[in-house]
């Protein structure tokens, strides 16, 4: 394709994706096709000859749009957003341009020094502490997602423990024979509602994990007693503690640890990495009437949010805060002959291979100075604001209907989950009730996701069957949610009639 040629076809491309993006809610969330649909579309090997933009533009339409879920909809109210802006995929379009693997400092200095600014502009902006930032003793690093960084998190939390109880011990056989005993008795923690990856990572770095008890009574929060009592539990056992995941907007829920009560118990455990994981709610922090939950953060050891949830930065772009960038820079960094340069040398510089696990990295920076500079904080803000709203307008439909739902949780950041109730029976257990209202509420979830117009995902709280409900599209609006509860209560008259027979 040469210059001329691109011209033409990008031309094509950007009134592909206006349109596509103008029209997305006259389609169904989900795709109706089958598992494998895509075989039987596509040739067994890939052309001889190249083919020409128009042909392969078409096949957009032909075999990729039917295959989609359209995660960018109104209609899109499952697990949490994944927002993508038009200034976003403009710095998606400049990253593939000056496309590079920028590892160290010296490989594009742009895309290191974009990258340090502008994650000092966002931790100011959700009020991190000063700690975080790049001109004491911290830093923040654009990774691709929040899993990503809880490994790089466990993995230079177990490092760090290691390096810490064996500082006193000589390089050698011996050393690292007591580094893999030891790496045997570590624990890794996080709340029974925290995102999987907490739990992934301790499999990735070979510790042992204990998920803290979060129960209904506590909101599904960890609180500080829950976390000592795991804590203390692993000592009794033999075993070493040695990192947690608090979670500031849990998956299931969007519940929020102790967080207060939790730094206490870091004053008092200082060797526990305190990782708080805030990969949804965390955009929340833009708002002042949020930011009193940072506060907490000055006795823990990292942070991160994803942008690429609900702050319009397309994916991938989780931010990663770490208060001690020494802390990655130990584990982190080995410097074979030929990534040596002068700049790295110098100490002035900072290469980011050193603070994160794989090595190439891409210009992500580019697309959340754009999204910043293109909404400005208000802007921003008032987006944030309005899908909390939503939230609220949503809950107070179920509350208009509480013969038909129930609410379990919310809203907490826009999400809200809810029940269907079963009907009435005479003389029915607590335990037969609990299994007629899951069974119920099961079906009605299904149901809504089998007709496609809307995605929705549920969960199990406690032994409960719940929907979830999270409307926080860049184009969400009042109408959309409205028209999910009446669909909903005209299924909930489906199901719910002769359900018990
Ligand atoms: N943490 C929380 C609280 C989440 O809700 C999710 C996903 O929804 C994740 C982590 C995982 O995010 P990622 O896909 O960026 O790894």
């Not at 592909?16 to 089958?34: C, H, Q």
């Amino acid at each position: 394709m040469d210059s001329s040629q691109f011209r033409k076809a990008a031309h094509a491309a950007i009134e592909d994706i206006i349109k596509y993006r103008d029209t997305i809610s006259e389609r169904n969330v989900l795709p109706s096709i089958s598992p494998g649909y895509l075989g039987p579309l596509l040739p067994d090997a890939a052309p001889e000859d190249g083919e020409e933009w128009s042909k392969i533009q078409s096949d957009i339409d032909r075999v990729i749009m039917p295959g989609l879920t359209h995660w960018q909809s109104p209609k899109f109210m499952a697990f949490y957003p994944c927002n993508a802006s038009l200034p976003g995929i403009l710095g998606d379009m400049y990253s593939g341009a000056f496309n590079a693997a920028a590892f160290n400092w010296i490989c594009s200095p742009a895309v290191t020094e974009l990258e340090t600014i502008v994650m000092d502009w966002v931790g100011k902006l959700i009020n991190l502490p000063d700690c975080y930032r790049s001109d004491g003793e911290g830093g923040g690093i654009i990774q691709g997602t929040a899993s990503e960084v809880v490994v790089t998190a466990v993995v230079a939390a177990r490092e760090r423990i290691l390096r810490r109880r064996l500082i006193d011990m000589p390089e050698g056989e011996e050393k690292i024979d007591k580094m893999a005993e030891m790496r045997g008795k570590l624990v890794a923690m996080g709340s029974e509602h925290a995102h999987s990856s907490t739990q992934k990572a301790a499999i990735i770095a070979g510790t042992r994990f204990r998920a803290v008890p979060a129960p209904q009574s506590a909101g599904f929060a960890v609180t500080k007693a829950a976390l000592r009592k795991t804590i203390e539990e692993c000592k009794a056992r033999g075993l070493e503690p040695f990192y947690y995941t608090a979670t500031l907007g849990s998956t299931a829920t969007c519940a929020i640890d102790d967080l207060v009560g939790i730094a206490e118990l870091a004053k008092e455990f200082p060797d526990i990495w305190i990782h708080v994981d805030a990969a949804y709610a965390g955009s929340a922090l833009i708002c002042p009437e949020y930011q009193h939950l940072t506060k907490p953060m000055e006795d823990f050891d990292s942070f991160n949010f994803n942008l690429h949830k609900w702050l319009l930065v397309n994916f991938d772009c989780s931010a990663f805060y770490i208060k001690r960038r020494k802390d990655l820079i130990d584990t982190y960094s080995i410097v074979p002959s030929y990534l040596r340069n002068n700049f790295s040398e110098s100490g002035l510089v900072t290469d980011y291979r050193d603070w994160q696990i794989p090595l190439g990295r891409r210009f992500r920076s580019l697309k959340v100075w754009f999204v910043l500079r293109t909404y400005g904080v208000n802007g921003l803000r008032v987006l944030i604001r309005n899908h909390i709203k939503l939230g609220e307008y949503f809950h107070s439909l179920l509350l208009s209907r509480t013969d038909v739902f129930k609410v379990i949780t919310g809203p907490a950041f826009a999400l809200t989950t809810f029940v269907l109730n079963p009907k009435k029976v005479e003389g029915a257990t607590e335990a037969q009730d609990l299994l007629a209202g899951n069974k119920l509420t099961q079906e009605v979830y299904e149901a809504v996701n089998r007709k496609g117009e809307f995605f929705l995902t549920s969960g199990v709280l406690d032994g409960v069957y719940a929907i979830r409900v999270v409307s926080a599209t860049e184009n969400a609006e009042e109408k959309y949610l409205k028209a999910l509860f009446e669909g909903l209560i005209e299924l909930a008259g489906e199901y719910r009639d002769g359900y018990r027979d």
